[in-house]
């Protein structure tokens, strides 16, 4: 089978971290990289979950205030009863 070479970008201490990982795991970045590449294919997804950092815990509790209905504007049926609500004097 024909080789060619790929070149990959990436964060210099994430390429020594993982290039010492691949090393403890007794294999090359390469070897590593090809492994997920056959998975990929062979699976035709990602072999692995990806998802998004976890909330801090401000941002868990906007969520849970958000839920729960606190902190929330009031609902508008209209655009005319939204500008009657800002322009009433409080």
Do not use: H
């Amino acid at each position: 089978m024909a080789q060619t070479n790929i070149n990959i970008r990436m964060d210099a201490d994430l390429k020594k971290q993982f290039e010492d990982f691949c090393n403890d795991m007794g294999m090359t970045m390469t070897t590593a990289f090809t492994i997920f590449a056959k998975k990929a294919v062979r699976e035709y997804r990602i072999p692995f979950e990806i998802s998004g950092d976890i909330p801090n815990k401000e941002t868990r509790q906007a969520i849970e205030d958000a839920r729960n209905g606190i902190g929330l504007s009031k609902g508008f049926s209209s655009v005319e009863e939204l500008m009657e609500d800002l322009n009433a004097d409080d």
